[in-house]
């Protein structure tokens, strides 16, 4: 299995503009999670999905922060319009129901200047 | 309050002492307990997932649940170099959403 995909690696992106990242759970899997980690804050959690459903979206920053899950094999996080403040990795998860632990991506690591 | 406390170090422990990394939680209903590692630069690993109180063991390390004091730990054994990392307690509650402590980082001395 080649675990959970991320894209991109990483990500520059002037103020202003808008960022689109792109993940891909591990097959069979039917939760999905999106975390954001700096040093100043941790680990938190944005937004997760149950069967391609948004279940819990309460981290979610603010308005400028999107997520979707179209299939069970892809979802997006973006930021519109992206912010210095949001400089930080991204990672997105992915587990079984009833299984209990999660994959991580290798995370996305944004600097928006 | 936090949901998850972790104490954020650094520890620092000699090569084939025992590190032992401590982590509270706030809510009584969690059920599920995890230890992640997480090397600098790189993503969360799973090293360690206890559900039940008392001891679990798996190779050098041990994970141990007190849910009357709403505790974990994780001790390891015989630490390594390789061991050197930021180790990340995190806590399930009814769904499916894990949250994770601050993390706890340690260093190994050879």
């Known amino acids: 299995d080649a675990g959970v995909i991320q894209s991109p690696r990483h990500e520059v992106t002037e103020m202003g503009q808008e960022v689109t990242l792109r993940c891909k759970p591990i097959?069979?899997?039917?939760?999905l999670f999106w975390y954001r980690q700096t040093m100043m804050r941790g680990l938190e959690l944005l937004i997760y999905?149950?069967?391609?459903?948004?279940?819990?979206d309460s981290g979610m920053p603010e308005d400028r922060f999107s997520a979707k899950m179209p299939n069970a094999s892809f979802s997006t996080l973006k930021i519109q319009p992206s912010e210095p403040r949001d400089s930080a990795v991204y990672f997105c998860?992915?587990?079984?129901?009833?299984?209990?632990?999660?994959?991580f991506g290798s995370g996305t690591r944004l600097t928006v200047v | 309050q936090k949901e998850v406390e972790q104490n954020s170090g650094p520890l620092s422990v000699p090569e084939g002492a025992i590190a032992s990394l401590n982590c509270t939680y706030s809510?009584?209903?969690?059920?599920?307990f995890f230890w992640y590692r997480q090397y600098s630069g790189k993503s969360p690993e799973l090293i360690m997932s206890?559900?039940?109180?008392g001891d679990k063991e798996d190779g050098r390390f041990t994970a141990q649940l007190n849910k009357a004091s709403q505790y974990v730990s994780l001790l390891i054994r015989d630490s390594q170099p390789s061991d050197s990392a930021t180790y990340l307690c995190?806590?399930?509650?009814?769904?499916?959403?894990?949250?994770f402590g601050a993390g706890t980082r340690l260093t190994v001395k050879p």
């Open positions: 809510d009584r209903v969690s059920q599920s």
């Open positions: 999905f149950n069967n391609n459903v948004p279940i819990d």
């Open positions: 995190a806590v399930i509650k009814g769904n499916n959403d894990m949250r």
């Open positions: 206890i559900y039940s109180n």
């Open positions: 998860a992915s587990t079984q129901q009833g299984y209990y632990g999660y994959t």
């Open positions: 097959s069979g899997h039917n939760s």
